[in-house]
């Protein structure tokens, strides 16, 4: 197992930027794809991005590529993401996730380890 914990979170003004961080333990982290999903209050949890084991593959929703983006530091069993240009419409509970996987992420993925969830607020 993995161990997740999501830092970086909290308020800005739209237009602005934040950095989420995502810190993982136990098992080996390269061996893990990392995923970001979010939730805003009353919807569904939705995906953000995704990035494979060695960094090379990223996928985005299509309506964030462009502002948001997944990088991933091996050395420092660490992912993040990277959120330009906010929104109100950002504004949500952002989630790390992992999934023991070398193969080049996919959208439908279901990914078994979960952090506790970052709030990200974004005032207008």
């Known amino acids: 197992q993995v161990q997740l914990e999501e830092s970086g979170g909290g308020l800005v003004q739209a237009g602005g930027s934040l950095r989420l961080s995502c810190v993982a333990s136990?098992?080996?982290?390269?061996?893990?794809?990392m995923a970001w999903f979010r939730q805003a209050p009353g919807k569904e949890r939705e995906f953000v991005a995704a990035?494979?084991?060695?960094?090379?593959?990223?996928i985005y929703v299509d309506s964030l590529k462009g502002r948001f983006t997944i990088s991933r530091d091996n050395a420092k069993n660490t992912v993040y993401l990277q959120m330009n240009s906010l929104k109100p419409e950002d504004t949500a509970v952002y989630y790390c996730?992992?999934?023991?996987?070398?193969?080049?992420?996919?959208?439908?993925?279901?990914?078994?380890?979960w952090g506790q969830g970052i709030q990200v607020t974004v005032s207008s």
């Open positions: 990035i494979n084991w060695s960094g090379l593959y990223t």
């Open positions: 996730a992992a999934y023991r996987s070398f193969a080049p992420p996919d959208i439908k993925w279901t990914y078994p380890y």
């Open positions: 136990g098992r080996t982290f390269r061996d893990y794809a």
